[in-house]
């Protein structure tokens, strides 16, 4: 089938900025070497940051799910695809949160969708840090509510912005007329920095606005039973939604929400993602289950990502990278314009390393980099591996 015009031409105009992607195939499970073309290299590439997504208690619990349940749900939860294997990972999940109940949906993108799209609406606020995931701009659009986004990782700027729109007048739909809701990466996913959110949930407080928290890269890495960053900071009582994913710590597929049972009850009959979509496979639901279990019974592997996460930040500090200083398992390696990001990644590959070049959109335009991602399973000897071939192919 022929293509319009303009598809080609957008095409041309992104390689000829060091836009274009393409996809790589990955030849094997997911883990701290994969097969790209034939050929064995060390990854850091994944977030994959436990270990769990090729585990085998993980697969068995699959395996087990599958001859039970099959594979498909077949129907969306409203209709018949809602399972005992949905209810027990919910009661699973909302014990981990510290919360009355979760809510799972078939993607993290799907949760964030659902969340904001049912918390507000036209004529109501959404205060968003410029640098949240995509899926929560989305939704901030889709929900029709005005979209304020502050700078990033900053405290001071959400304030100045939550009181400069309380204080404006102007039609029902550009003012903050309805409720106002606060909502935040807890962990970013481009360059690993913590949120500020024991000054976030103040202001939260102070404006009576809701608090959602996307935890999907702090789930399973921190606070004392890797709940989380609110965990962390003892802020749990004050969220009013905290969505996850369980498919990066807990190495699967979905995504899911804990929060008051009125919050679940009220997503359940206007969340349209979780309305309106098959429901993830019980098979997913039993992996998921027997990776939070890990992450429960096995602290030790969240200290030991997040000990190579720092003693990398530290290591390509002393040779002159701009790393971070987060303690999260997300080591960027900031290189400024797309094309260097490309080269740098292709000297990596050369050396037998995978590590993509992350550019525009994804991150600000003059912040392309390589996203380091540390897991469980890497080594020291893994670590230092990289840091002399950055070196190298730094030139």
Sequence with gaps: MAAPDFIRETLEDLKAH???R????????AGPHVEIGGRRVLQFASNNYL??????????????????????????????????????????LAAFKHAE???????????NLGVVTALVGRGDL???????????????HLSGAHLVRYAHADAAAAARAIESRAGKSGPPDDRQSGRPLLVTDTVFSM???VAPLADLAALSRRAGAMLVLDEAHATGLLGPTGAGLAEALGLEGGVTASVGTLSKALGGIGGFVAASREVCDLLVNRARPFLYSTALPAAACEAARAALAIVRAEPERRGRVLDLADGLRSRLRERGFDAGADRTPIVPVLVGEPERALALAAGLLERGIFCP???PPTVPRGTSRLRVSLTAEHTEEDVARLVAALVAARG
Excluded: Q
């Design 357 to 359: 070049a992350i550019r």
């Design 101 to 111: 109940a979760a809510l799972v949906f078939p993607t993290g993108y799907m949760t």
């Design 22 to 29: 393409r996809l790589t195939e990955i030849g094997s499970a």
């Design 126 to 140: 959404v205060l968003s840090d410029r640098e949240n995931h995509a899926s929560i701009v989305d939704a901030a």
């Design 18 to 20: 060091g836009l274009y």
């Design 51 to 92: 270990g769990l997504a090729n585990d085998p208690r993980v697969r068995e619990a699959a395996i087990r799910a599958v001859e039970r349940w099959g594979w498909g749900a077949g129907a969306s939860r409203l209709v018949a695809g809602h399972t005992e294997a949905h209810a027990h990972l919910e009661a699973d």
């Design 191 to 193: 360059d690993g920095r």
